[in-house]
């Protein structure tokens, strides 16, 4: 199994950009990770992945706005969050699809 850690959430105004990260426990395939998201009263939505080929995957909402990328080095993988809004608040989680291991989330907070 792997633990997953994510940090770098907080409140911020909409327009402004944040980086989350996703640290995992020991050496793992970065190429195989994701981002999901839920806001209070929703179910989880998909944000973002990397495939085991190295291509990325974006929900709709994100697209252009959003970028995964990963460290091997670090085992860390990255979720840039640009021109935030308000539709953006939720908590945040990192998925590895090997293990089917979830972080503790970190909340986003947007405000208009």
């Known amino acids: 199994q792997v633990q997953l850690v994510e940090s770098g959430g907080g409140l911020v105004q909409a327009g402004e950009s944040l980086r989350l990260s996703c640290a995992a426990s020991?050496?793992?395939?970065?190429?195989?990770m994701g981002w999901f998201r839920q806001a209070p009263g929703k179910q989880r939505e998909f944000v973002a992945r990397?495939?085991?080929?190295?291509?990325?995957d974006y929900g709709d909402s994100v697209k252009g706005r959003f970028t995964i990328f990963g460290d091997n080095a670090k085992n860390t993988v990255y979720l840039q969050m640009n021109s935030l809004k308000p539709e953006d608040t939720a908590v945040y989680y990192c998925?590895?699809?090997?293990?089917?291991?979830w972080g503790q989330g970190t909340q986003v907070t947007v405000s208009s």
């Open positions: 998925f590895n699809y090997d293990f089917g291991s």
């Open positions: 020991r050496s793992i395939n970065i190429n195989h």
């Open positions: 990397i495939t085991n080929t190295g291509i990325t």
